[in-house]
């Protein structure tokens, strides 16, 4: 069974969050007492747990980190495949000069499935170990180095295998890390947003005559912001 994600509870960017954590704790810090009177959860450690909250996320570069490895990967296996590619071209040719362009000949060296091969992976990887078992085999071997081919050809082969196999399965490694990776900055990020949901809820009903205040606690446009306040009170503790 699929673990459940992380349901974000905000709609606002990252960087959105933060900025607008960091406006409004100078101004929470300077109205922090008129705060606790009205609740007592917002004690100067309510704010101090905010900044601290605060400075985690915007040091917290993992899941970029995750993205760009998850990419070199991409970048490499596009470049393996490629590499796969031409060298399958040159056994093939090997391969019709030795025995002909016939059907029962390509198959066995999985020619077919070579259009999908091209454009995965996981389709080049069977083509390439099924092309160097038939290059081996009694019925071709002989054949196929009376025509020049080299034992180095098929070596290059399984080596673009074996490496195709290894960054394909350290892809995969890290799209799965990333997902963990992914909830744990939604959990840190939807811990801030409460916070500043809980502070510009109190605000507007203790600065209910200051604008200018109240701008620096406000969240979204007001009609925005009057539909997220209906739903978060529902959400907020669900990830603290």
Do not use: C
Not at 22 to 36: G, H, L, M
Not at 165 to 191: A, C, G, W
Not at 208 to 234: F, K
């Amino acid at each position: 069974m699929n673990k459940k994600r992380i349901t974000r509870h905000f709609s606002k960017t990252y960087d959105e969050v933060t900025t607008k954590a960091q406006a409004v704790q100078p101004q929470f810090t300077n109205d922090q007492p008129v705060f606790v009177s009205f609740d007592p959860i917002f004690t100067p450690e309510f704010g101090t747990e905010l900044k601290n909250e605060t400075d985690q996320a915007l040091a917290d570069n993992s899941e970029e980190e995750h993205q760009a490895a998850i990419e070199i990967r991409t970048n490499k296996l596009k470049v393996l495949r490629l590499q796969a590619t031409n060298a399958y071209k040159r056994l093939l040719y090997f391969v019709h000069s030795a025995f002909g362009e016939t059907k029962a000949v390509d198959s066995a060296f999985g020619r077919p499935r070579y259009n999908k091969a091209r454009r995965s992976e996981k389709e080049m990887i069977p083509l390439l170990n099924q092309a160097v078992t038939a290059a081996h085999s009694g019925q071709f071997n002989a054949g196929l180095i009376a025509k020049g081919m080299s034992e180095d050809l098929l070596t290059e082969l399984e080596d673009l295998a074996n490496q195709l196999i290894e960054t394909d399965n350290e892809q995969e490694m890290l799209k799965k890390q990333q997902l963990l990776v992914t909830d744990e900055r939604i959990k840190l990020y939807n811990s801030i947003w409460d916070k500043l949901v809980k502070i510009n809820t109190a605000a507007k009903i203790l600065f209910p005559d200051d604008p200018a205040r109240l701008a620096i606690y406000q969240l979204y446009e007001t009609s925005t912001e009057t539909a997220e306040n209906e739903t978060t009170p529902g959400e907020e503790n669900t990830n603290e």
